[in-house]
């Protein structure tokens, strides 16, 4: 069966200190994991330190894997020059952690859209201008926005949430394949969260975008997620399918907790006696998240689910 991503006993090491102090630091251990041809969004989850964003340095080309193979679409990934660069980024874009930094303070947002048009142009041809604006504009309408609401405008006059929404617009202009986003909601007040990433799952459906969402935050990542891999310390610790909470009634919520449906459906592939404590984990988040949506339905006071 044929993939859209693949990688194959992944490890990158990173070599730390001089000549006399040097020592090596492994950031991913043996990593392996795949996405399908068919849109899916999977959530890599993990503490700092944990190798998900160098797994995403490494899914983007930024650096390559010292050991194993990365996969896209069943070429392996290996960039050398300027046109490979280009190349690959029309079918794979990212989204980066904080909006702010990604943006050149000086530099008005409308331009960071227009130039990717132009030199990101699904046809192969340097659109005009006109039809630079009508690429943005249409890849804005998909983020909730339009064009006359961010032109002239420099990063600082808008939220958060909004220039989060404009770079998820940028990376939608060359019609990617993939969109890797890390930690994409981490610098988002709280509030806004929710709209990020409900606006994922209806990029993936209504364009048939595949995305790898990188989070630390296991309630999103198991509220939108087709499947999740958890990592500890640079290794693969659990894996499996996401899935929506259960619509089951508040008294059967407090009878079943060890067997609910928010338990149950989450079943690991292999999990070793060492990973016992994170899928214990696992179980009480997917059980308070069940919680907190069954308490909203049906009125109830939030602090029950706390």
Same mark, same amino acid.
């Given at each position: 069966?044929?993939?859209?991503?693949?990688?194959?006993?992944?490890?990158?090491?990173?070599?730390?200190?001089?000549?006399?102090?040097?020592?090596?630091?492994?950031?991913?251990?043996?990593? *392996?994991?795949?996405?399908?041809?068919?849109?899916?969004?999977?959530?890599?989850?993990?503490?700092?330190?944990?190798?998900?964003?160098?797994?995403?340095?490494?899914?983007?080309?930024?650096?390559?894997?010292?050991?194993?193979?990365?996969?896209?679409?069943?070429?392996?990934?290996?960039?050398? *020059?300027?046109?490979?660069?280009?190349?690959?980024?029309?079918?794979?874009?990212? #989204?980066?952690?904080?909006?702010?930094?990604?943006?050149?303070?000086?530099?008005?947002?409308?331009?960071?859209?227009?130039?990717?048009?132009?030199?990101? *142009?699904?046809?192969?041809?340097?659109?005009?201008?006109?039809?630079?604006?009508?690429?943005?504009?249409?890849?804005?309408?998909?983020?909730?926005?339009?064009?006359?609401?961010?032109?002239?405008?420099?990063?600082?006059?808008?939220?958060?949430?909004?220039?989060?929404? #404009?770079?998820?617009?940028?990376?939608? $202009?060359?019609?990617?394949?993939?969109?890797?986003?890390?930690?994409?909601?981490?610098?988002?007040?709280?509030?806004?969260?929710?709209?990020?990433?409900?606006?994922?799952?209806?990029?993936?459906?209504?364009?048939?975008?595949?995305?790898?969402?990188?989070?630390?935050?296991?309630?999103?990542?198991?509220?939108?997620?087709?499947? $999740?891999? $958890?990592?500890?310390?640079?290794?693969?610790?659990?894996?499996?399918?996401?899935?929506?909470?259960?619509?089951?009634?508040?008294? +059967?919520?407090?009878?079943?907790?060890?067997?609910?449906?928010?338990?149950?459906?989450?079943?690991?592939?292999?999990?070793?006696?060492?990973?016992?404590?994170?899928?214990?984990?696992?179980?009480?988040?997917?059980? +308070?998240?069940?919680? @907190?949506?069954?308490? @909203?339905?049906?009125?109830?006071? +939030?602090?029950?689910?706390?």
């Amino acid at each position: 069966m044929s993939a859209l991503l693949r990688l194959s006993h992944v490890t990158k090491v990173y070599r730390q200190g001089g000549m006399l102090g040097r020592r090596l630091i492994t950031a991913v251990k043996d990593v *392996s994991f795949e996405l399908g041809e068919k849109p899916e969004i999977l959530s890599i989850v993990g503490e700092s330190g944990s190798g998900k964003s160098t797994i995403a340095a490494m899914i983007l080309g930024q650096t390559e894997p010292t050991e194993g193979e990365l996969q896209f679409s069943g070429r392996t990934v290996a960039i050398h *020059s300027r046109s490979e660069r280009k190349a690959f980024m029309k079918e794979v874009q990212p #989204v980066l952690q904080n909006p702010f930094e990604a943006f050149n303070p000086l530099k008005r947002v409308d331009r960071y859209l227009f130039e990717t048009a132009r030199n990101f *142009s699904f046809s192969g041809k340097r659109p005009d201008r006109q039809q630079a604006e009508r690429m943005a504009d249409a890849a804005l309408v998909h983020v909730g926005l339009t064009t006359e609401e961010v032109k002239g405008r420099f990063p600082h006059e808008l939220s958060g949430g909004q220039l989060q929404r #404009v770079a998820i617009a940028r990376a939608l $202009i060359p019609q990617p394949r993939l969109l890797v986003a890390d930690e994409p909601v981490s610098m988002v007040d709280a509030s806004l969260r929710m709209a990020i990433v409900n606006l994922f799952g209806r990029l993936k459906n209504e364009l048939g975008l595949s995305i790898v969402y990188i989070t630390h935050d296991l309630a999103t990542a198991y509220y939108i997620s087709d499947n $999740i891999i $958890i990592m500890r310390k640079g290794e693969i610790v659990e894996r499996g399918q996401g899935a929506q909470c259960p619509g089951q009634s508040a008294a +059967s919520l407090f009878a079943g907790a060890q067997g609910c449906g928010a338990c149950r459906r989450f079943q690991p592939s292999d999990v070793s006696a060492a990973t016992n404590r994170q899928l214990s984990f696992m179980r009480v988040v997917r059980f +308070s998240v069940a919680l @907190k949506k069954l308490c @909203k339905d049906e009125g109830l006071s +939030s602090t029950l689910a706390t």
